[in-house]
Each structure stands twice: as C-alpha cells, then as structure tokens.
C-alpha cells in the first residue's frame, strides 16, 4: 500500500513488484478490478479470455528510468448483437489505448517540448530520464489541444503575408491580454464578419485603415466600437 502511493496509481490498479533491472526500475502492475466494460456495448463482464502485458514508459524515480510492465486481461463479451466478442480492459486513468507510455509521463514531455522545442526538448527529457526522439516531442505538440480562449473584449486586426505580394491573412489580437486568438485564411470583409458573429462578445476593435476590416466589423459586430491606427509612424 506504501508503495503504491509512492508512485501515485490509481485506484484500479495494484502494484505487484518492483525491480531494480540495471539502471532503472521496473514496476509490475495488474487490476484489481473483478469486471471491465465492453467498449463496444459497455456492458460489464467477469470472464477473462486471456491476458497479455503492455510495457510502458513512466516518470522517473531519482533520475533512474522507470518502465511498467502492466497485466492487461482480456474479458469475453457475451452481449447479443455486440460486434466484440473479446475485449482488452482499458486504464484511462493510467495510460490511453495502445500507448507506449502513462499519462503522466507523456504530460511531463508534453509542456518539455512546448517549454524548449524538440531537439533541445529531447537532450532535456534524457537528462531527466525520460529519453524520448526529438520526433515524438514534436508529435506530442501537434496533438495536443489549442486551449480554448473566451472572446476578447479589445480587439485588434492586422493583415500578414501567406506569401509576400500574392496571398494575404489575418491576424487576430487580443489587445488586453497581448495574445493572438485566431487565424483568418485572407482579409477578406466577410471572413471578418463571419468570425465576429461566431465570437459575440467583442466591445472595442483597433485595426488599420483598410476599408475591409471596417466593412466586416461593421457586419459581424455593429455595436462595438472602431478604432483605426496607422500602420507606420507619420514622418
């Protein structure tokens, strides 16, 4: 029991051995639940098929690599009409399906590779005993989710070259919180009001003095003031 709050599991699981292989640790691991749901129909079963062990990945323990090896039963599903006859328990609290490795171990590489990039992200993340290619750092970044941001009270819009004399966008800012929100595809007046009445909300819009931007605050957001800039100092 002292260990298996040492190393923070959940609930479902039971920390059957731990061994010291080399220079790292490795932790047996296997449910301690009596059923499973069927993913398919979510009906719960108690006959076990057969079992297999998933190796995983987890955080370091003192700067020593730690590998689970965690027993994974596999339940017969006897659900009329359920496409699965056999189905493999899952752990979403500890690890997704098919994985290689935890939750918490991937979070831990996830914000390392927001934090420093891929490659330096990678020599960090070996240092710390979690080793990982700079490849699968900066596939964790591109699957993580764009946290979703509330619409911003002020405003701002600019345009950016896609490419520099051909194709044009726009930039959304929030000017209070001094981050960007959101990409539009060109500078289009349209695409302008479309987004201000998908994003209600907006009391105050900065943009330069391209009629377009006020064309489609105009349309999107009537009620909210407009404020022009010049885009470049006069003199």
């Not at 690599?65 to 027993?71: D, G």
């Not at 935890?102 to 992200?121: D, H, N, V, W």
């Not at 479309?194 to 931007?213: I, Q, S, T």
């Amino acid at each position: 029991m002292l260990l298996s709050t040492l190393f923070s599991l959940s609930a479902d699981l039971a920390l059957v051995d731990v061994r010291l292989e080399g220079e790292g640790l490795t932790l047996v691991l296997r449910s301690n639940q009596t059923n499973a749901a069927c993913p398919a129909c979510a009906q719960l079963s108690t006959q076990v098929h057969g079992h297999y062990t998933r190796r995983l990945a987890d955080l370091p323990c003192q700067k020593r690599p730690v590998r689970v090896c965690l027993e994974v039963r596999r339940f017969a599903c006897r659900t009329r009409g359920c496409p699965r006859t056999t189905f493999a328990e899952r752990f979403p609290l500890f690890t997704r399906t098919y994985a290689r490795r935890t939750l918490r171990q991937a979070e831990s590489l996830t914000e390392i590779a927001f934090a420093q990039g891929g490659k330096a992200g990678a020599k960090l993340a070996k240092r710390l005993g979690m080793p990982a290619s700079r490849e699968t750092l900066l596939r964790l970044i591109r699957g993580s989710e764009i946290p979703k941001r509330k619409t911003p009270r002020v405003l701002g819009l600019d345009d950016f070259a896609w490419k520099k004399g051909d194709r044009y966008g726009t930039l959304l800012v929030d000017l209070e919180a001094r981050c960007p929100v959101d990409l539009l595809a060109d500078r289009e007046a349209a695409s302008v009001a479309r987004w201000l009445r998908e994003h209600p909300g907006v009391k105050l819009m900065r943009f330069d003095r391209a009629g377009m931007y006020a064309e489609g605050a105009k349309r999107g957001a009537p009620h909210a003031k407009q404020i022009g800039f010049p885009l470049s100092s006069p003199g």
